[in-house]
């Protein structure tokens, strides 16, 4: 069977009103190895600061990186990409990531909206991204912002369809969803 392609969501507008207290700060080149901990644990597959580097950087397109840091540690980051060829409108919300064992408590949240502030100072309007299905915590947290999803494949809809009640109705115990 073949892979899915990831799934497509939009923030059609950045007219948004944003915390003023915020936590998230601009990364440095000197935090890729700990960026590079954070979306190995996020993604669940090997980043180091050679690959942080590399597709965090400007040569993909990444202008800024937002991290969130605890007792002097990363344990969140997010991406401002710039695809203009594909979306000269939007920018590209670009690998979100937090610590697992910090999960859950809105960091996601909290770098997401460093950077739909960063793009919104850059003037553009819109904001796009592409995630996973199993990345429920994330997709629910993006609808939360007012990303709506954009199908562009034949089998979005069905796949969307599995998403919404598991991402917009009540919240179960982890362990119990397992038990299931």
């Keep these: 069977m073949a892979e899915l392609p990831q799934l497509f969501m939009r923030?059609?507008?950045l007219a948004l009103s944003f915390p003023a207290?915020?936590?998230?700060?601009?990364?440095?080149?000197a935090d890729a190895p700990e960026i590079a901990t954070v979306l190995t644990e996020?993604?669940?597959e090997?980043?180091?600061?050679?690959?942080?580097?590399?597709?965090l950087g400007p040569e993909d397109g990444v202008d800024a990186s937002y991290v969130v840091r605890e007792d002097n540690n990363v344990v969140?980051?997010?991406?401002?990409?710039?695809?203009?060829?594909?979306y000269p409108d939007a920018g590209y919300l670009h690998y979100v990531g937090a610590y697992g064992a910090k999960a859950g408590r809105g960091l996601g949240r909290i770098v997401t909206l460093a950077v739909l502030?960063?793009?919104?100072?850059?003037?553009?309007?819109?904001v796009v991204l592409e995630t996973d299905d199993f990345r429920l915590p994330a997709i629910r947290t993006y609808l939360k912002l007012g990303f709506v999803p954009v199908y562009r494949h034949e089998e979005?809809?069905?796949?969307?369809?599995?998403?919404?009640?598991?991402?917009?109705?009540?919240?179960?115990?982890?362990?119990?969803?397992?038990?299931?």
């Design 46 to 55: 090997l980043w180091d600061a050679d690959r942080v580097r590399r597709e």
């Design 156 to 180: 979005d809809q069905p796949r969307w369809s599995k998403i919404f009640p598991l991402v917009l109705g009540p919240r179960q115990d982890p362990a119990r969803r397992a038990s299931d």
């Design 42 to 44: 996020a993604f669940q």
């Design 21 to 29: 207290d915020d936590p998230s700060e601009l990364a440095s080149p």
């Design 76 to 86: 969140a980051v997010a991406s401002a990409r710039h695809l203009p060829e594909l």
């Design 117 to 126: 502030r960063h793009f919104r100072e850059e003037g553009l309007e819109a």
């Design 11 to 13: 923030l059609p507008s």
